[in-house]
């Protein structure tokens, strides 16, 4: 058993060792979902039935020899492209930034100092001071 005077006077990991373990490990943060490029969502948007039925309307106007109608159809079915395309970044990075937000934090020890980081900074090793109510930001032992 660990006595309490001597978990106080633990000064927890220097900044360096943290880094060499955080590059070893990597960060404390289960696998998200991977990013989607634009391409996915081209690829998703093509495959929607009502896209194609644009495209196919587009193509039979050409065939009919309505030069002027066709093209107008898929200028703007590529103005819908375009931007569907910027509302999906634009909910990408607001999810992203939400996630940063709500992301749990951690107060740690590290060159003797008590410190409050991220969640996903968090390495084996560290010192977690915890209070009534905090969030365990990492898989730990209590001693």
């Not at 989607?36 to 081209?42: D, K, L, P, Q, T």
């Not at 196919?56 to 030069?67: I, P, S, T």
């Not at 951690?106 to 060159?111: G, T």
């Amino acid at each position: 058993m660990v006595q309490e005077s001597e978990l106080l006077k633990a000064p927890g990991l220097t900044a360096t060792q943290a880094a060499a373990q955080l590059a070893q490990d990597g960060p404390n943060a289960l696998p998200g979902d991977a990013r989607r490029g634009g391409w996915h969502s081209v690829r998703e948007m093509l495959s929607d039935p009502m896209f194609a039925l644009l495209l196919g309307a587009g193509v039979l106007y050409l065939l009919l020899g309505d030069m002027q109608e066709g093209l107008v159809l898929f200028g703007l079915v590529l103005v819908v492209l375009a931007l569907t395309l910027y509302q999906e970044g634009k909910t990408e990075r607001a999810l992203g930034a939400l996630r940063d937000l709500t992301s749990p934090r951690a107060l740690v020890l590290r060159d003797g100092q008590a410190q409050r980081i991220a969640g996903s900074d968090v390495v084996r090793g560290d010192v977690l001071v915890l209070a009534e109510g905090d969030r365990i930001a990492a898989d730990a032992q209590l001693l």
